[in-house]
C-alpha cells in the first residue's frame, strides 16, 4: 500500500486546488501502489456556501486493491471533511451544476447505475450509491 498519512493526503489535495483546474488528475506513485487525485469542481449551496471537492483512489499490493475517498473543502481549500468508500469504484466520475455524478459499473448487474447526489441544500450526513437493484452502499460525512 502506498503510505500517505492523512496529513500528506492533505498537501497533495492542496496542490490540485492550487491549480485550479477541474477534472485534471494528478497521480502518485511508487512501488507499493499508487493514489490517484482528482480535483472535481466546486459547489455552491442556497445558502451560498462553496465547497470544492476532490475524489481520491488508492491502489495497493499484488491485487491491486482499492479504496477511495470524497475530501471536501471550503471556499477558502480548508480542509471541511470527507465520505470514505469502501472501493474506487464508487468514486464520482464528475460534478456539474452543483450534482456529483456516480457511474456504477458491477459485474453482476447486467445494467451501468447512475446515480446523482444533490448538494444544492448542503453537504448530506449521508449518501446511499446504489449498485444492482435495491442493494448499494451507505457513506457517511465524516470531519
Keep these: 500500500m502506498l503510505r ?12 490540485a486546488l492550487l491549480i485550479n483546474k477541474a477534472n485534471k488528475q494528478y497521480i502518485y506513485a511508487n512501488e507499493t501502489g499508487s493514489i490517484y487525485i482528482t480535483y472535481l469542481g466546486k459547489i455552491v449551496t442556497i445558502k451560498n456556501k462553496q465547497y470544492k471537492i476532490i475524489s481520491i483512489k488508492n491502489v495497493w499490493g499484488t491485487n491491486k486493491h482499492t479504496n477511495g475517498y470524497i475530501w471536501i473543502y471550503d471556499a477558502n481549500s480548508k480542509y471541511v471533511g470527507r465520505y470514505v468508500l469502501g472501493d474506487a469504484k464508487d468514486l464520482p466520475v464528475r460534478l456539474k451544476n452543483n450534482l456529483l455524478f456516480f457511474s ?13 447526489i444533490n448538494f444544492r441544500l448542503g453537504l448530506p450526513q449521508k449518501v446511499f450509491i446504489p449498485a444492482c437493484g435495491e442493494y448499494g452502499d451507505v457513506y457517511e460525512f465524516s470531519k
Excluded: M, P
Design 4 to 15: 500517505v498519512e492523512g496529513q500528506d493526503y492533505n498537501k497533495l489535495c492542496k496542490r
Design 104 to 116: 456504477n459499473k458491477n459485474k453482476d448487474c447486467k445494467i451501468v447505475v447512475q446515480t446523482k
